[in-house]
């Protein structure tokens, strides 16, 4: 009898100890399938989620929400955000001049996101979320000094002391090598880790890249206008020149601003501004893109958006930031990891893509 109980006692103490083996490998395999969800941004030591979500739309009133903001976009923005870290998604994209006090009845983007993370962080104190932001290189804003001047005022509206990734918006016309220099004098000031530029041509990402260096501080990533229909990165040297230098390509607009999800139709084409870019000619044309889109997700159990944002992450070196302004989307853009397109349908995707005449990219892109 006290055979059976010792070895009961055992029996239940070698149970227990393998539930604590089994929950401690558990914790350990979703620890690092968070790691494997990640990327190092370019050559910084920053690791950050495959895609991240971009911020532009939160709080503006000049491009985005028919030109004004309510409290019921407000919730729904908050909901996206939140519906993103459920998801995994934790790298987001926002920039001083999203949301301008220049735009009637606009809320800073940067504004909204420092609140976001703020209530998030006093349910979930561990939370890691990775910021990042840019400076808007306005014609009076002169040498290194108003870079650096330009991120606190950031890291005041985010209530941060400091942000993951700090890029130049656009680049200035003229300047450049000082708002350079204040990127490196950010890094160097410990008020952020990781720096980039944004809508740099192939020489200024170059000159940035060498200017950056000769500093020891490697130059994380150019983020540009790139998507299924609009592939001027692979034709302009930027995505080569970013794979040979080992910076990260961060593709903004890469649903092509709800165009290529098959929301949006000959007959039903985006409302604003999108409207006289996606015109009802151009939605003719890119039918038989969206069908093809719509039939390959089909097989895969996807939506099309979740097809042409895997189509990006196919390409290598890149992180789409689709822009969410709910929580519904994103989700739907989650959907875009953890599978892949097979080469042939990469392949025949750009092709098709190939016979639609693109639409007009930023202009800075060409300065």
């Not at 290189?137 to 290194?144: K, V």
């Not at 450049?176 to 720096?195: C, P, R, T």
Request: hydrophobic content about 40%; overall charge positive; some cysteine.
């Amino acid at each position: 009898m006290a055979l059976q109980v010792s070895t009961a006692g055992f029996s239940l103490f070698h149970q227990r100890r393998v539930q604590r083996i089994r929950a401690v490998a558990s914790e350990e395999f979703a620890s690092l399938k968070t790691q494997e969800d990640k990327v190092k941004l370019g050559g910084s030591d920053l690791k950050v989620t495959k895609l991240g979500i971009g911020a532009w739309s939160w709080g503006d009133t000049s491009y985005w929400n028919n030109f004004e903001w309510d409290d019921r976009k407000l919730k729904a923005a908050n909901s996206a955000f939140n519906a993103s870290i459920d998801c995994g998604i934790t790298l987001f994209d926002t920039a001083e001049v999203y949301g301008s006090r220049l735009s009637f009845g606009a809320i800073n983007s940067e504004t909204l996101l420092g609140r976001f993370i703020k209530e998030r962080k006093a349910k979930v104190p561990e939370l890691e979320v990775a910021v990042a932001t840019k400076f808007a290189a306005l014609p009076w804003r002169l040498g290194r000094g108003s870079v650096v001047a330009a991120l606190k005022d950031s890291l005041c509206r985010l209530g941060l002391s400091s942000v993951d990734l700090y890029q130049l918006h656009w680049p200035g016309i003229w300047g450049n090598e000082g708002y350079i220099d204040g990127l490196g004098d950010a890094v160097e000031q410990g008020l952020v880790k990781s720096v980039g530029v944004s809508n740099y041509n192939e020489k200024r990402l170059r000159d940035a890249y060498k200017q950056l260096k000769i500093r020891g501080i490697p130059l994380a990533s150019n983020q540009v206008n790139y998507s299924l229909i609009y592939r001027a990165p692979e034709e302009n040297g930027v995505k080569a020149a970013c794979d040979e230098l080992g910076i990260t390509l961060i593709a903004y607009s890469p649903i092509a601003q709800g165009v290529l999800t098959g929301k949006y139709t000959p007959q039903n084409p985006p409302s604003g501004p999108r409207g006289r870019i996606y015109t009802p000619d151009f939605l003719t044309k890119l039918q038989p893109v969206l069908n093809r889109i719509m039939e390959i997700g089909q097989s895969y159990g996807r939506t099309p958006t979740q097809v042409v944002l895997n189509w990006l992450i196919a390409q290598e070196n890149v992180i789409p930031i689709p822009g969410a302004k709910t929580a519904e989307q994103a989700k739907d853009f989650a959907g875009a990891l953890g599978w892949r397109l097979t080469n042939e349908e990469i392949v025949e995707l750009r092709s098709l893509a190939s016979e639609v005449k693109p639409v007009i990219g930023f202009p800075v892109e060409n300065l």
